[in-house]
C-alpha cells in the first residue's frame, strides 16, 4: 500500500474587487471549515476573545457553515457571541462588537481566495484532521498558520511557517458517528494559543515583512515536499504501476466495467438499483477519504 497526499497548489484566479467588510488596518486572523466542534471554534474565539477583545486593530473572520450539531446560522451566531460575550475581560468592558466577523453559508471560490490574501495568518485549532485542506489552502496562498502542534496536517506544516500551539490527548466527546469515546482527539491550551496569536501580532505590528517571509517559507516547503499536481500524480501512477494484479485488470475492476454496461441500459433509477443490488454481497468494502 501507499499513502497518496492532496494536491496543494497556488490558485492565481482574479482575486481583485472589494470584500464585504473593511478589514483595512487591521491584524487579520483567518479560519475557514465547517462549523462543528472538532474543528475548535469554541477554543478559537475563547483564545481570540481573551487576547484581544478590546483591541481595534485585529480582526477575526470565520467563513463556516452548518452541521449536524449546527443545522442553522443563528445556532452559530448564537455560539459566537456566548464565547464573546461571557469572557470577563479587563476592567469588566466587554469584546469589541465588530473584532469577529462571520461569514455563514456558501460563498465563491473566488470570494474565499480574496479572504486567503487579505488575511495575516490563518487559524484553525482542530481537534483532529486526516490531512486539513484549508490549512494547506492558507499555506498554498503564502500564509502562515497559528495550529496545533499534533494532527495529520503536521505532514506538510513546515516550523518556519507556523506558529505550534501545544495542547493534550483526550477522549473524543463528539455526538456524531462514527466518532465515539473509544477515540481520543486533540484539545488545544487556550494559553498556548493566546501566545501564538500575540506572536504573529507582534510581527505585524512591527511591519517589518515577518509574516510575509514566513508565508512563503511555508508554500515553498510544500512545493519541495511532493504535493504539486505533478508530484501526486506521479505518486499515484509508480504505485499503480508497480502492483502484480495492476487495478486496471484486477477482477473487481472488471466487474464494476461490466456493472457500468448494465446500468447504461436501464431505462430508469429503479431499475439501475436493482441491477446494483447485491453485487458485492458479502464482500468487505473499504471507504476511504481524508479531512
Not at 465547517?34 to 467563513?63: C, M, N, P, S
Not at 487495478?247 to 464494476?256: D, H
Amino acid at each position: 500500500s501507499a499513502v497518496v497526499p492532496h494536491v496543494v497548489e497556488e490558485d492565481k484566479s482574479d482575486t481583485t474587487g472589494p470584500l464585504p467588510m473593511n478589514l483595512d488596518n487591521k491584524f487579520v486572523v483567518f479560519s475557514m471549515s465547517q462549523w462543528t466542534e472538532r474543528k475548535g471554534f469554541d477554543l478559537l474565539l475563547q483564545a481570540f476573545t481573551a487576547e484581544f477583545g478590546l483591541h481595534d486593530d485585529v480582526a477575526l473572520v470565520i467563513k463556516t457553515f452548518n452541521s449536524p450539531t449546527h443545522r442553522d446560522n443563528e445556532s452559530i451566531l448564537n455560539e459566537v457571541n456566548y464565547y464573546k460575550n461571557s469572557m470577563n475581560l479587563p476592567n469588566n468592558l466587554k469584546s469589541k462588537p465588530d473584532n469577529v466577523m462571520l461569514i455563514p453559508g456558501f460563498t465563491s471560490y473566488n470570494n474565499i481566495l480574496k479572504l486567503y490574501k487579505s488575511s495575516d495568518v490563518f487559524c484553525l485549532l482542530t481537534r483532529g484532521e486526516g490531512f486539513g485542506l484549508t490549512i494547506s489552502e492558507a499555506l498554498a496562498n503564502k500564509k502562515p498558520v497559528i495550529v496545533p502542534c499534533e494532527g495529520g496536517h503536521m505532514d506538510f506544516v513546515s516550523d518556519e511557517a507556523s506558529f505550534l500551539v501545544d495542547g493534550h490527548w483526550d477522549t473524543c466527546t463528539f455526538p456524531i458517528l462514527p466518532y465515539s469515546v473509544d477515540g481520543r482527539w486533540f484539545v488545544s491550551h487556550i494559553d498556548s494559543a493566546r501566545k501564538q496569536l500575540r506572536a504573529a501580532y507582534n510581527m505585524w505590528k512591527s511591519g517589518d515583512g515577518q509574516l510575509e517571509s514566513m508565508g512563503q517559507k511555508g508554500y515553498d516547503y510544500i512545493l519541495n515536499n511532493g504535493y504539486s499536481r505533478y508530484d501526486v500524480g506521479k505518486k499515484f501512477v509508480d504505485h499503480v504501476t508497480t502492483l502484480k494484479e495492476p487495478i486496471f485488470r484486477s477482477p473487481v475492476k472488471k466487474r464494476v466495467a461490466a456493472l457500468k454496461r448494465e446500468l447504461n441500459k436501464c431505462d430508469d433509477i429503479n431499475e439501475k438499483l436493482a441491477t446494483l443490488k447485491d453485487s458485492f454481497k458479502g464482500e468487505t468494502c473499504y471507504i476511504l477519504s481524508c479531512g
